[in-house]
């Protein structure tokens, strides 16, 4: 053989073989990319959606623990899904069941960390088709008609990774027990729970979020100390419910609380001294007459503060945080500037955005002084005012608002926000101002 020949014979056995390296290569991306959609679909899918909360509400997982996460598996291959649900190969880790008339929860494949059941017709929660399951993560379950005695004992307690259940919208009427200890957000409102075991409410030291809305709690099923024990609990919604006074023995981690539509006539004066975490409080619709002076003093976070829809006859001391004010349709006839600012510090300016004082008793505007003890305020809403049991009136002009200088001007552009004219359903649309169930 030349050394012609040898050359040439040596350069086309070196294309092949990079020809064949670079198929390879190309064959390790496409797998690398593949893997790594698998691992994060987890993160990416948005879990809010079922619960229609605002942009700017707080992460669910307050407590998320990277150590504590279940192992994702590895799929190579097509992976199994129930006939009558869909797994969608973009997020292999979870099975979709929802709004298919279903009266029964098919069985569960075992990789499954996300598992979606609303909107069905299921009665019953078996522990059958959970036999498999190791490392389910959520459940939802919400808008079915699922009955208490019709939940086989322990069938949550033994989903030692479940941190999510949602059980809103069916017809419970006892707290389901037990639960895992894992759980951090459970979602109870629209049943008919009537009681609060306290041993239930021992064993979820990790709950940061409970809704209890829309249930038939009173006064006597919340006697104890029920809350205490949940040492990470942020978020409590006892919204709808038959309570008459303020619920006992809340834990310090608390941030968001919301009490409307109860019966409750009173806030005790300490009652916040130790819950310096609140940032929004929200008891419209109550029988509230009288707030005692320094009822929020120790709030120095609280940013929301809805008293809407009560019967107060005078204000009270606003905390400096506070950015948004709800007092409307209550009995006021005058806001004493000097209540709800008893000082001026410059080193410390009160934050006070927005106040909504319509359908109250106000037969003139806030005074001025108002404007050196709460420096940012931009709007105060007076809409109409019920001057008399026959008659509405409405004072000078129905929306105080304050000229901006171009930075706060600049400020809200960037936020999005609008300065057209606004209307009475546009104030009612700013109440969500953190979240519905809380928010």
């Known amino acids: 053989m030349t050394t012609w020949e040898s050359y040439f014979l040596s350069h086309q056995q070196g294309r092949s073989t990079n020809s064949n390296m670079g198929i390879l290569s190309q064959l390790s991306i496409i797998y690398l990319l593949w893997t790594t959609a698998v691992f994060c679909q987890y993160e990416d899918y948005d879990f809010?959606?079922?619960?229609?909360e605002p942009d700017h509400q707080h992460p669910y997982y307050f407590n998320s623990n990277p150590s504590a996460q279940a192992e994702v598996p590895h799929f190579p291959f097509p992976v199994e899904c129930a006939r009558e649900c869909f797994c969608p190969p973009e997020f292999p880790l979870s099975m979709y069941c929802d709004h298919r008339k279903l009266k029964t929860i098919p069985n569960i494949p075992a990789h499954v960390q996300q598992l979606y059941l609303q909107n069905n017709d299921i009665e019953a929660v078996p522990a059958g088709p959970f036999t498999n399951v190791t490392i389910l993560r959520e459940i939802n379950l919400s808008f079915n008609k699922i009955k208490s005695h019709l939940i086989d004992r322990g069938v949550f307690a033994k989903l030692s990774n479940l941190v999510q259940l949602h059980l809103q919208h069916n017809e419970l009427d006892q707290f389901p027990f037990p639960l895992p200890s894992s759980l951090e957000r459970l979602l109870l409102g629209f049943n008919k729970i009537s009681q609060l075991p306290?041993?239930?409410l021992d064993g979820l030291p990790n709950?940061?979020?409970l809704d209890?809305?829309?249930?038939f709690l009173d006064d006597s099923a919340l006697k104890g100390n029920h809350f205490s024990v949940m040492n990470n609990l942020m978020q409590l919604n006892l919204c709808n419910n038959k309570l008459q006074t303020m619920p006992p023995s809340l834990p310090s981690s608390l941030m968001y609380l919301s009490l409307e539509n109860n019966s409750i006539s009173y806030i005790p004066e300490n009652y916040f001294s130790k819950l310096p975490k609140i940032i929004a409080l929200r008891m419209s619709h109550n029988n509230l007459q009288n707030i005692p002076r320094n009822t929020f003093i120790n709030l120095q976070n609280l940013l929301e503060l809805n008293l809407g829809h009560n019967k107060l006859k005078q204000?009270?001391?606003?905390?400096?945080?506070?950015q948004h004010l709800y007092i409307e349709d209550n009995d006021i006839e005058m806001i004493n500037v000097t209540l709800m600012c008893p000082s001026i510090d410059p080193m410390n300016i009160n934050q006070l955005t927005y106040i909504r004082v319509d359908q109250n008793k106000l037969t003139?505007?806030?005074s001025t002084y108002a404007f050196f003890c709460f420096p940012h305020i931009r709007t105060i809403y007076y809409g109409e005012q019920n001057s008399n049991a026959n008659k509405?009136?409405?004072?000078?002009?129905?929306?105080?608002?304050?000229?901006?200088t171009p930075e706060e001007y600049d400020e809200i552009e960037d936020?999005?926000?609008t300065q057209d004219q606004e209307t009475e359903e546009e104030h009612e649309a700013e109440n969500n101002y953190f979240f519905p169930h809380f928010w």
Do not use: K
């Open 392 to 404: 509405s009136t409405q004072i000078r002009t129905a929306v105080f608002r304050r000229l901006l």
């Open 198 to 200: 306290g041993i239930a």
């Open 207 to 209: 709950i940061t979020m």
């Open 315 to 322: 204000v009270f001391y606003v905390p400096r945080s506070l």
């Open 415 to 417: 936020d999005h926000e």
């Open 364 to 366: 003139a505007p806030i």
């Open 48 to 52: 809010g959606d079922e619960y229609d």
């Open 212 to 215: 209890l809305c829309n249930n």
